[in-house]
Every structure is written in C-alpha cells, then in structure tokens.
C-alpha cells in the first residue's frame, strides 16, 4: 500500500468530519447533551476501540464516523451554554478550519523557508496585536504555545535587562521577581525555571481580593535585592480582577523596573470600546503577555509575547539578531522563542480577525463580560448566594450557603448539568464561573441558580 495520501479517501474522511462537528457543535450550542462525561478511563478506551485500533489498523472513513461520534460525545462540550469553567475558548470556526489548514500543510513556520505565508501572517498578527496594547512601531513580538511559555519568554528577557551576564555565567542571588501571590503559577514556575529559585519570588501587598495595593509597593524595594520585573494581572486568573496598570506602570518607571503584564485572558478587552479602560496604562508595560486561545477564540494553544522595544526581545535568547534577514527575503522568528518547530498559530488569530472583524472580536468580548456582570445581578439578588465582589470581566466568583462548595461542583459535574471551577478567595473555597460559551444566555444562569438552590442538601450534608 502506497503511503502518499490517497486524495479520494482523504475528502471522504474531511466530509465525515464536517458532517460529526457540525453535528457536535450544533447539538452542544443548544445545550442538547450533558456538557461533559466522566466515563472512567478504562471503560472509555473499551467503547473507542482503542487498543483494538492500534492493534490491527484498517479505518476507514465509515468506520472513522462512529469512532468519531463516540470521541466527540464523550468529551467535553465548550460550546455548550453550561461550559462556564475555565479560560478556555470555545473555538470560532474560522479558528477551527486554520488548525485544519496546519494540520496538512504543517507550515513550521519558525524559519521562514518553512512557511512564507504563516511566518507572514504571524507578523501581521503581531503588528496588530502591538497597536492595540499601545506599543506603536518600536515594539517587538511573537507567537508561542501559550502563556505560560510566553510568561517564561517575557521573564528571559526581561532577566536580560536587569542581568545579562546570567545567560551565559549563571544566575546572580540577588535576583528577584516582584509579583501578586494571585499571579498565574506559571510566573513562579519560570522563576524556577529561570535559576532564580521560586523562593525568591517577592509577594506583592494586596488587597483582600488579591489587587496588587499600589500605595503599598515601595516596601517591596529592597536596595539589596534586583527585580527582573513586576507583575501585574490583567486580569488575575482567580477573581477576573484587573490590577491598576496605570498606577503599577508609573511605579515601575519611577524605580526602573521591568513592568509585566500579565493579560493572558483579558486583554481582549482592548477590543471594546466599553471595556478598554480596564487596560490603562498597559502601554507603561515593557512586556504583555496575550493569549488568543482563552478570549480571541482559537483552540489551544496561540500566545502573544509583546515588548515595548523590539531589541528587549531578542535579548531574551542572546542572539544577535532576532530576524535574520536575508535581502528582502523575510524573517526567522526561531531566536525568539523556546520552541524550535511552531505551528502556524497566526493563522488562527487571522481568519477569525478575517471573518468577524476587529469589531466582531470586540463584540463577543463585550457580551461575554456583560454575561458575566449579569450573573452577578441574578445571584445576588438571591437568598443564600455570595458574591464577594462585582465582577470586572466573564469571571465571577460567589458561594452558595456554608456547606462544601467543591461538593457542589462535584455534583453537577456528575449529573452533566453544568461545568463550573473553584477557586480560594481570601482562604476560603469559591465556586467560579467563566463565561465563555456565546450559547451561555440568561436562562442558563437561572437554570445554574435553581439547579444550585436545589442540590443544596446535598451539598450541604443536611
Ligand atoms: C491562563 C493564564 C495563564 C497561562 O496560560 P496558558 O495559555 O494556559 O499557558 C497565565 N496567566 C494568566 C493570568 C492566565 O489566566
């Protein structure tokens, strides 16, 4: 049997999958199956047929359909108006049909011989990304897999400001980073991956509901330790809360520090008019981190690392250039980034931006937020729900009654009804729901309050 593709055989097997996700999405979007599954591992491996497929092959494009009905039904539904757990996209389809496009023509794009149009597409994505956090023409950017690289992409090189000689001799003990204890874990992650040593991540004083106190900062400074950076969450993973950039940023420049912002989930907000003003002073930031697969709506995973100044980047990897330019040939983004292959995650930010506009992208922002800030209204004009604070974003935080909030979320998982998180506020347990499913309307959240009021025994252990 010939291994080239044969081309037949691949459009039928395309046709399935267009017919099984449409299927999927639509039926998802209407709320018409239970959100999520918790089959147990084991029996789910039996029901695909797993271990028999990779035994003996021989799929075909019919036998492909019913694997891949039982693949999607299994899964987790975030097109589902009850998806309201975590940051993570619901993809738009012009997203979807991008990681189609990469998925066969597989453009690594990190050097530019491997991908003219992605490598191309990816700048232009950059570009834009750049003039909306306010970083203008000397700004400097680029895609990787994610924040959480992208946090660690922005720290290298904002390591390489404060102490360039660590890349080559090693990591000086005086160095520290300055950051919220809400921070994402990938911040003090990467100070551990960076040398640094997680201990010396510096907690900055907050709030009680974790904001960073900007009149409080200075008791941070400690003329015998160096910050590589501070940073700032807009917003913090936890509560959706954004930190006072404006205020943060001035602080920063007045003592010469690296100033982060950490706008993995909201900084999409810069796309609404009524919501930009969260962003204050996001331009004061030497670095920005952005992702595009929590509020931009592409799959998983498309990050943006953004710099103030081009060359703050391509210090990060000690090389001499960030783009090797070879005559008018383009552009080699491989020294920016941990990665060596990469995906061609432009194309994803693009084809949405191409399909729906700027204007598009700033209006499911918009909706999503108000969804939130709806909720919110609901539950607390209710008896026995708590929400310690109005929400700024599509996260929003309450308890319902004493009992064992994890419980609660445990049993609505269990019965498919609703998909929430959880998080610690102030030490104690908060249910959290995240808007993120355009399908999410007002009779979701009601129906989530009632269903909540209802498992109250049982949650509560009456
Ligand atoms: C989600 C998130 C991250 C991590 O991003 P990934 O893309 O999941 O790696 C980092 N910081 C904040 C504030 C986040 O919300």
């Given at each position: 049997m010939?291994?080239?593709?044969?081309?037949?055989?691949?459009?039928?097997?395309a046709?399935v999958?267009?017919?099984?996700?449409a299927?999927?999405?639509?039926?998802?979007?209407?709320g018409?199956a239970?959100?999520?599954?918790?089959t147990?591992?084991?029996?789910?491996?039996?029901r695909l047929?797993?271990y028999?497929?990779?035994r003996?092959g021989?799929?075909t494009p019919d036998?492909?359909r019913?694997?891949?009905y039982d693949y999607?039904?299994?899964?987790?539904?975030?097109h589902?108006p009850?998806?309201l757990?975590h940051?993570v996209?619901?993809p738009d389809?012009?997203a979807a049909?991008?990681?189609?496009?990469?998925?066969a023509?597989?453009?690594v794009?990190?050097?530019?011989?491997?991908?003219?149009?992605?490598a191309?597409v990816?700048?232009?994505?950059?570009r834009w990304?750049?003039g909306?956090?306010?970083?203008?023409?000397?700004g400097g950017?680029?895609?990787t897999?994610?924040?959480?690289l992208?946090?660690?992409?922005?720290?290298?090189?904002?390591?390489a400001?404060?102490?360039?000689e660590?890349?080559?001799?090693?990591?000086?003990?005086?160095l520290?980073l300055?950051?919220p204890?809400?921070a994402?874990y990938?911040?003090?992650?990467?100070?551990?991956?960076?040398g640094?040593?997680?201990?010396?991540?510096?907690?900055?004083p907050?709030?009680?509901l974790?904001?960073?106190?900007?009149?409080?900062?200075?008791?941070?400074l400690?003329p015998a330790?160096r910050?590589?950076?501070?940073?700032?969450?807009a917003?913090a993973?936890?509560?959706g809360?954004?930190?006072?950039l404006?205020?943060i940023g001035?602080?920063c420049?007045?003592?010469h520090?690296w100033?982060h912002?950490?706008?993995?989930?909201?900084?999409?907000?810069?796309?609404s008019d009524?919501?930009q003003?969260l962003?204050?002073?996001?331009?004061?930031?030497d670095?920005v981190?952005?992702?595009a697969?929590?509020?931009?709506?592409?799959s998983g995973?498309?990050?943006?690392?953004l710099?103030?100044?081009e060359?703050d980047?391509?210090?990060?990897?000690?090389q001499?250039?960030?783009y090797?330019?070879?005559?008018d040939?383009g552009f080699?983004?491989?020294r920016r980034?941990?990665?060596?292959?990469?995906?061609?995650?432009?194309?994803?930010?693009?084809?949405?931006?191409a399909?729906r506009g700027?204007r598009g992208?700033g209006?499911?922002?918009?909706?999503q937020?108000a969804?939130?800030?709806?909720?919110?209204e609901?539950?607390v004009s209710?008896?026995?729900?708590e929400?310690?604070?109005?929400p700024?974003?599509?996260?929003v935080?309450?308890?319902?009654g004493t009992?064992?909030?994890?419980?609660?979320r445990e049993q609505l998982?269990a019965?498919?009804?609703f998909?929430?998180?959880?998080t610690?506020?102030?030490g104690?347990r908060?249910?959290?729901?995240?808007?993120?499913?355009?399908?999410?309307d007002?009779r979701?959240?009601e129906?989530?309050?009632?269903r909540?009021?209802e498992?109250?025994?049982a949650a509560?252990g009456?």
């Amino acid at each position: 049997m010939s291994a080239t593709w044969n081309v037949d055989e691949f459009v039928k097997a395309a046709a399935v999958t267009v017919d099984e996700l449409a299927g999927y999405v639509d039926e998802s979007q209407r709320g018409l199956a239970p959100v999520l599954r918790r089959t147990p591992p084991a029996e789910l491996a039996e029901r695909l047929g797993l271990y028999s497929w990779i035994r003996t092959g021989g799929m075909t494009p019919d036998s492909y359909r019913d694997f891949l009905y039982d693949y999607l039904n299994e899964g987790t539904r975030l097109h589902h108006p009850a998806y309201l757990a975590h940051q993570v996209a619901p993809p738009d389809f012009p997203a979807a049909l991008a990681d189609f496009v990469h998925g066969a023509a597989n453009n690594v794009m990190s050097i530019y011989e491997m991908g003219a149009s992605a490598a191309t597409v990816e700048f232009a994505v950059i570009r834009w990304m750049l003039g909306k956090v306010g970083f203008g023409a000397g700004g400097g950017g680029v895609l990787t897999h994610g924040g959480s690289l992208a946090n660690l992409t922005a720290l290298l090189a904002a390591r390489a400001r404060t102490a360039p000689e660590a890349w080559t001799d090693g990591v000086p003990p005086d160095l520290v980073l300055l950051a919220p204890p809400s921070a994402h874990y990938s911040l003090t992650r990467a100070a551990g991956i960076l040398g640094m040593g997680a201990r010396n991540v510096v907690p900055l004083p907050v709030d009680d509901l974790g904001r960073i106190d900007v009149a409080r900062l200075p008791e941070v400074l400690d003329p015998a330790r160096r910050p590589i950076a501070l940073v700032a969450d807009a917003c913090a993973t936890g509560t959706g809360l954004y930190d006072d950039l404006r205020g943060i940023g001035e602080f920063c420049a007045a003592h010469h520090i690296w100033f982060h912002v950490d706008g993995t989930h909201g900084a999409s907000a810069l796309l609404s008019d009524n919501h930009q003003h969260l962003l204050d002073g996001i331009e004061l930031a030497d670095s920005v981190v952005w992702d595009a697969h929590k509020m931009l709506r592409t799959s998983g995973v498309v990050a943006a690392v953004l710099t103030r100044r081009e060359a703050d980047l391509d210090a990060a990897f000690q090389q001499e250039a960030a783009y090797l330019f070879y005559g008018d040939q383009g552009f080699d983004q491989l020294r920016r980034t941990v990665e060596g292959t990469k995906a061609e995650l432009g194309l994803k930010v693009f084809l949405n931006l191409a399909w729906r506009g700027e204007r598009g992208m700033g209006d499911y922002v918009a909706a999503q937020y108000a969804t939130a800030h709806r909720f919110w209204e609901l539950a607390v004009s209710r008896p026995g729900f708590e929400c310690p604070y109005e929400p700024e974003s599509n996260i929003v935080c309450f308890r319902y009654g004493t009992g064992d909030q994890a419980a609660l979320r445990e049993q609505l998982m269990a019965e498919g009804s609703f998909h929430l998180s959880s998080t610690e506020i102030d030490g104690a347990r908060h249910l959290r729901v995240t808007v993120m499913a355009p399908a999410t309307d007002d009779r979701t959240l009601e129906s989530l309050l009632d269903r909540i009021a209802e498992t109250r025994p049982a949650a509560t252990g009456h």
